[in-house]
């Protein structure tokens, strides 16, 4: 089954897409999160794209497992993608993926700047790979 995972993000949106046979993730890249109807259509064209059968998103629990502010934003995220998308949407545990992301990062590339315009593509890798070590 060909896996789209989502690190959903108040600027920036990482996504990636895997399968689960394979259990293998690739970065697709980032999109602006300024406009959800724009982001919807632009997740929309990578379902069609990639033949996308499930959606993972990362679910910012906090430390101690409890929902904060941007768990309520990403819930709402994910109920306009299941009505949009008509496809299941999976919310995965995201816990330490920007840190896990950030040091894959660094061994691609030294300079933060540049490290910014992919890493939020690698946080949804990771996500991806938790999701694939949990199911």
Known sequence: ????????GSKRIGLAVGNSQTRVGTPLGQIASS???L???????????????QIVV??????DGSRGPACMAV????ASLRKRAKLPVVLVDEKLSSFEAEEMGKAIE???????????????????????ERS
Do not use: H
């Open 1 to 8: 089954m060909k896996v789209l995972a989502i690190d959903f």
């Open 35 to 37: 406009n959800q109807r």
């Open 39 to 53: 982001v919807l259509d632009e997740i929309a064209r990578k379902i069609g794209e990639f033949e996308i059968e």
């Open 58 to 63: 990362g679910y910012p629990l906090n430390m």
């Open 75 to 78: 819930e709402r995220f994910a």
């Open 110 to 132: 030294g300079d933060f700047r540049k490290r910014k315009t992919f890493l939020d593509s690698v946080a949804a890798q990771v996500i991806l790979k938790t999701f694939f």
